[in-house]
């Protein structure tokens, strides 16, 4: 089990990482969420013991210690996958996935090279030099070569932040099956909300270095604590909930997601179409109702300007009333 208790760090008087506590099975997979700037790679680097941190990180019964009592930051237990995939440019792929694995049986390193660039779909270009790889294509030697010898614990940092979306679904299913069937411990830093809700087990939420909230995908966004977390897994209205409510102030809100509200004819609530965006499956509409914005999905594009009317569960407007 990774343990973290009463974790923080501060760049020289900067305050980045507030008393930060979690626990995390063997074999679980983490997402880590938040804003830009909230302290998801910090949090990373302090795992891996880049940082002189206050507070203690157990990895099962041993102390990870920092960079005043390891002069090597890092465990051979761990691996940690930064922005910069750090390639050597002369060396071809399969040379940079396999440069941490054994000679001693070519063969095998051999297997084991062409395992991982099948892993992260980079076969044909093996013998390419790294210098000549694009952007997306470097990330996927990299996450191959981090994987050579398979460590207990991996640190994500974006990885799949190059990589072009056809190709980023694919991997990641493949990758993080892989690593489920390895019963590798996976902490992931990411932006995209797919890498939180369909592979995460867990998912921490952080906002200016504090965690405020964890736990499993369905949980968080069925129950958002706050429109914060709720926009971190896409569009969301903060609405007040006195629009809804005839005994509640405008300062309550309520947190409805696009698809949770409805145009209908019989809808309770009367409004006007503002703006329509194509979104591919549905159309995001922009309905002003009193006076605020609502975003609804619609199956439809409407003229702006049209009269609707919106239906909202009521059982879903007492839930997501803050
Ligand atoms: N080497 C550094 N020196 C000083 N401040 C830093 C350093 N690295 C990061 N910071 C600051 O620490 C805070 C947290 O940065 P961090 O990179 O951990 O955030 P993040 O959540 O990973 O951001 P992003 O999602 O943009 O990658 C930011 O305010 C950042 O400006």
Redesign the pocket.
Known sequence: MLKVKNLSFA?GA?P?LKNLSFNIQKGENISII?A???????LLQSLYGLHDVKGKIFWKEKQLLGPNFNLVPGEDFMKYLTQDFDLMPPLTVAENVGKHLSNAYPRKKQQRVNELLALVEMKELAKTKAKFLSGGQQQRVALARTLANPPEVLLLDEPFSHIDHFRKNKLRRNLFSHLKATGTTVML?T?DSTDALSFADKTIVMKAGRIIAMGSPTELYNNPPNAYVASLFGDVNELPASLFFDDQPVRKKVILYPHDIHLTASGRYQGVVKNVFFKGSFFLTEVEIEGTSVFVEHPEGLENGKSVRLQIEQDLLEKRLG
């Open positions: 760049y900067k980045v938040g830009s700037g909230c302290g998801k790679s910090t830093a932006h």
